[in-house]
């Protein structure tokens, strides 16, 4: 079964966060993920950044991610 | 034709495209009934939508088209959108509706 922690070792190996949190039950995930690298990034942009640090789990076993992402400003702005 | 062919001719044969899992009445999964939902939301009763449980090809080959590996995926005028998600969020900004009137 696919775990939060897996998906956001995976995650965090693979690009720089500031933030990151993973949820869900082994189906369905959200993620939340605040990295600096998203800035002058559109939403595509950022996802496909995110999708990449998955690489094939998110075609094989990974069906349903749902994410946020902000850069380190947007985030403080929310907060 | 090639699956990569027959996708870029939907995108760019109709205004709005959504490939989903079932139809917009039946909806086989909670991202796409989102997405659908959203479309209604705005006004947009006629797009072209792509059921890829029926088509194993385009299933696969969409995930190509755009570098994104998941389902549904929103094309207005030929250009990709984004997901469930990214449609939300230009949804609730306003954005999605000033792209489907541009």
């Not at chain 1, 998906?7 to 990151?20: R, S």
């Not at chain 1, 094989?60 to 985030?75: D, G, N, R, V, Y």
């Not at chain 2, 495209?17 to 139809?23: A, D, E, F, H, I």
Request: hydrophobic share 40%; glycine share 8%; charged share 20%.
């Amino acid at each position: 079964m696919v775990t939060p922690e897996s998906i956001k070792h995976n995650i965090e190996q693979g690009m720089p966060v500031a933030y990151l949190s993973v949820t869900g039950d082994g189906a369905h995930f959200e993620a939340v993920v605040v990295s600096e690298e998203f800035a002058g990034k559109s939403r595509v942009q950022r996802h496909q950044r995110v999708y990449q640090t998955l690489g094939d789990r998110m075609r094989e076993e990974i069906h349903a991610l749902s994410m946020k992402t902000f850069t380190p400003q947007e985030w403080q702005e929310i907060q | 034709m090639d699956v990569q062919e027959r996708i870029k001719q939907q995108v760019t044969s109709h205004p709005v495209v959504l490939y989903m899992k079932g139809s917009p009445s039946f909806p086989q999964c909670g991202f796409s009934a989102n997405a659908v939902r959203i479309l209604n939301a705005l006004g947009v009763k006629e797009f072209f939508s792509v059921d890829v449980l029926q088509d194993a090809e385009i299933r696969q080959g969409i995930k190509d088209y755009a570098n994104w590996p998941t389902i549904p995926q929103l094309y207005i005028n030929g250009e990709f959108v984004g997901g469930s998600d990214i449609m939300t969020e230009m949804y609730q900004s306003g954005e999605l509706q000033k792209l489907l009137q541009a």
